[in-house]
């Protein structure tokens, strides 16, 4: 059975950092695009960031764009998100997906983990 | 305001039909790019419904249909059921922006 598991949010100053793990198992984990979705609260979905099963290749939403880093550890079937620069418009649940094949990140999502919750607050 | 628009709301009775609409662009639905669709209930994550505009994975039941028209994608579920009460959200990718998009949800209420 495929699952995600993310861990890492919490309570974060404004300007401050947090990184988000995503522990993946029941699959080839390097087989498959990974992606990081948030919803603040009460929200919709916003896509975050994507990465190839290599890692070779990241993709990024312009409003993370120069302060999230997207990175992964094939070795230990681990998604990464290192979030920089918080603002409180990031606060939100984050879930990583896995996506349909190497590299095609824009196709389905599918699973989802149960996503951790981040909040950016003074 | 998203950049593939969704009905905030829909309802219907059970046993009726509804559909929800994702209205995007030419680059975006448009340019040909697939829709995804996305079930969600309250405090759990996004499931997928329909994948590739308008195919099902195997545990949805065929009630639920994805189809496209031009720069416009449906969804539609037939004999309405209460459990089907949800946000359903639909996905797509724009080449202009280079982004994965999401429209803004769609709650659907079972009255």
């Known amino acids: 059975e495929v699952q995600l598991l993310e861990s890492g949010g919490g309570l974060v100053q404004p300007g401050g950092s947090l990184r988000l793990s995503c522990a993946a198992s029941?699959?080839?984990?390097?087989?498959?695009?990974m992606n990081w979705v948030r919803q603040a609260p009460g929200k919709g979905l916003e896509w975050v960031s994507a990465?190839?099963?290599?890692?070779?290749?990241?993709y990024y939403a312009d409003s993370v764009k120069g302060r999230f880093t997207i990175s992964r550890d094939n070795s230990k079937n681990t998604l990464y998100l290192q979030m920089n620069s918080l603002r409180a418009e990031d606060t939100a649940v984050y879930y990583c997906?896995?996506?349909?094949?190497?590299?095609?990140?824009?196709?389905?999502?599918?699973?989802w983990g149960q996503g951790t919750l981040v909040t950016v607050t003074s | 305001q998203s950049v593939l628009a969704q009905p905030p709301s829909v309802s219907g009775a059970p046993g009726q039909r509804v559909t929800i609409s994702c209205t995007g662009s030419s680059s975006n639905i448009g340019a040909g790019y697939d829709v995804y669709w996305y079930q969600q209930f309250p405090g759990t994550a996004p499931k997928l419904l329909i994948y590739d505009t308008g195919n099902r994975p195997s545990a949805v039941p065929d009630r639920f249909s994805g189809s496209k028209s031009g720069t416009s994608a449906s969804l539609a579920i037939t004999g309405l059921q209460v459990e089907d009460e949800a946000d359903y959200y639909c996905?797509?990718?724009?080449?202009?922006?280079?982004?994965?998009?999401f429209g803004g949800g769609t709650k659907l209420t079972v009255v």
């Open positions: 996905q797509s990718y724009d080449s202009s922006l280079s982004a994965v998009l």
């Open positions: 997906a896995k996506g349909r094949n190497p590299a095609r990140f824009m196709d389905w999502l599918d699973p």
């Open positions: 990465i190839s099963g290599s890692g070779i290749s990241t």
């Open positions: 029941g699959f080839t984990f390097s087989s498959y695009a």
